[in-house]
């Protein structure tokens, strides 16, 4: 990351925010810092009608249109502070403010939480969204003296009273809320009625000019990358608030902090490459190497007893991945499972057989070490699910482990000898599996 008077785009030493951070690192050194770990760009006019057409490409034409109207002073994608021209004609408390409040929506990775959001329930609104971000910052920053929030800024409190949550300190509030768990507690206001009192309400509170979030689908890392990237900020922000003490930034270590998660690809990677890990058996017709290379003598030339080496039993480990056609599986989500056990299959040389089934086994493929193709699965909701015969089936095929991408809606009448990982949705978390692992897909 480019520190602070470094990531301007015109190459010059300083950016539009300079002034701004060395007030923060001033008065806060620690969390005013974190700009520090961020990157500064400044904005040659307006970018306005190029975010517009990129924003309707990745999300409904209604959004598109509300953020193109928006001239925020200054925004981000979760990475780089963006500086408008018209950030320089503010006062200097003005800026601090804003400055600021971009701060900690990295430092929060609310950009990268929105796309992760979006990720597990398919449609989120981004205004809503940044909304309920927005309402977070300002009530974190509402204690200081120093800096000026926006005349229009909403805070927890107001979108906590349209919840019908009982009136809290912010401290507390600050504590409890997080941005995921406010935009959820919101959604069925919108949803009941579109243009109801309630969601008007709502809306209202919001101010296209302070439409600063603007994350970008592209530009998300690899689902482990995202993991050790929630986890420093986390850290970062832990250690910057214990740092400052009674000037922090913060005005509680709030519950908002970025969660440090294994992705469900990782854990995947892991229990099949301990499953698959080829056997060793004991060879009596060869001795170990350690016998060989001391030509079966010990130092004073005395013979060693025999020594029997070990021998790879299965050559080449295989896998069954069992797909349960009668499951909830959304079309996003069974791409990210292909894709994962279709690398998963190149990297440790598996062959892999592959079962469609319901209350029977509807299709049974094949495929040779590091030529997995699940990319053509169909998924045909609607019917009832029996793991007896597929896990059966399974059994024929003399599989090291068996993969079960399943709602786990069904019985098991047999359990197999070989280790079973059930794959399981989100929605779907809570099902209780008959044995084996269970691993949620989120």
């Not at 300083?14 to 700009?35: K, Y």
């Not at 069954?320 to 959304?330: L, N």
């Not at 209350?359 to 094949?366: A, C, E, L, N």
Request: glycine share 8%; hydrophobic share 45%.
């Amino acid at each position: 990351m480019s520190p602070a008077g470094r990531g301007s785009a015109d190459g010059h030493l300083g950016h539009r925010g300079t002034r701004a951070i060395q007030r923060m690192v001033e008065f806060a050194p620690s969390t005013g810092g974190l700009a520090l770990w961020m990157r500064h760009e400044d904005v040659a006019g307006t970018d306005a009608a190029a975010h517009a057409a990129a924003h309707a490409a990745a999300h409904a034409a209604a959004h598109a249109a509300a953020h193109a109207a928006a001239h925020a002073p200054l925004h981000t994608d979760g990475y780089t502070i963006r500086y408008e021209a018209a950030f320089e004609r503010l006062p200097l408390a003005r800026q601090v403010g804003l400055v600021a409040h971009e701060v900690l929506h990295i430092a929060l990775r609310h950009p990268q939480r929105y796309l992760e959001l979006a990720q597990r329930l398919g449609a989120v609104d981004l205004a809503l969204f940044n909304l309920c971000a927005d309402a977070i910052v300002n009530s974190t920053l509402s204690h200081l003296s120093w800096l000026q929030l926006s005349p229009t800024a909403v805070y927890l409190e107001q979108l906590l009273a349209l919840t019908e949550s009982r009136a809290a300190a912010v401290e507390k509030s600050l504590l409890e809320w997080d941005v995921e768990r406010l935009y959820q507690a919101l959604v069925p206001a919108t949803s009941q009625s579109k243009d109801g009192a309630r969601a008007a309400r709502l809306r209202a509170l919001g101010n296209a000019a302070d439409a600063d979030l603007r994350p970008s689908p592209g530009a998300r890392a690899a689902p482990e990358l995202e993991a050790e990237n929630a986890r420093e900020w986390s850290e970062r922000v832990v250690r910057a608030h214990a740092g400052d003490g009674e000037f922090s930034m913060l005005r509680a270590l709030v519950a908002d902090l970025p969660r440090t998660r294994t992705p469900w690809e990782q854990v995947l990677r892991t229990l099949l490459a301990r499953g698959l890990a080829p056997k060793r058996s004991v060879s009596w017709s060869r001795p170990t190497r350690s016998y060989i290379a001391n030509q079966g003598r010990t130092a004073q030339n005395r013979r060693l007893p025999w020594e029997p080496g070990f021998s790879v039993s299965t050559p080449t480990p295989r896998l069954v991945v069992v797909v349960d056609v009668s499951g909830s599986i959304e079309a996003a989500l069974m791409a990210r499972f292909a894709r994962e056990i279709e690398a998963i299959t190149r990297r440790l040389e598996t062959s892999l057989v592959l079962l469609i089934g319901d209350d029977r086994v509807r299709h049974v493929g094949v495929f040779a070490p590091g030529r997995a193709d699940l990319s053509g699965i169909e998924f045909h909701g609607g019917g009832g699910t029996d793991f007896t015969p597929l896990l059966e089936e399974a059994g024929r095929h003399g599989p090291d482990v068996a993969l079960v991408l399943t709602d786990l809606q069904g019985p098991a009448r047999c359990r197999p000898r070989f280790p079973v990982i059930w794959a399981v949705p989100e929605t779907h978390a809570g099902a209780l599996q008959p044995f084996g692992r269970k691993l949620v897909l989120r």
